[in-house]
């Protein structure tokens, strides 16, 4: 069984150098859609460790208005990240 439905996308990120070590991002995506609309919001805290390396904090959530029976509406999630950061010769 096949569903054709009409939907639109769209997707930005924003981000601000606070310091010259710490910088700060948000990526924020909506998908609408008959039937089901969804939003995605990821906001991301990136400090210079040693070197090449960064350390990064995320927080996000994602929500959707009609999900699936055994999905809850609101979705959130964190995690730390180690980031090497590759620099052009």
């Known amino acids: 069984m096949s569903e054709n439905q009409f939907g639109t996308y ?3 990120t ?3 150098q606070l310091t010259d070590t710490l910088k700060v991002t948000e990526a924020f ?3 609408l859609a008959t039937g089901n609309d969804s939003f995605l919001s990821n906001t991301s805290l ?3 460790v040693y070197g090449n390396f960064a350390l990064r904090l995320s ?3 994602e929500y959707e208005t009609r999900p699936p029976p055994d999905r809850k509406k609101l979705d959130t999630f964190s995690k730390a990240s180690v980031v090497y950061v590759f620099q052009p010769p």
């Open 10 to 12: 769209g997707r930005t």
């Open 14 to 16: 924003l981000a601000w």
């Open 29 to 31: 995506s909506a998908a």
């Open 46 to 48: 990136t400090t210079d």
């Open 59 to 61: 927080v996000g959530a």
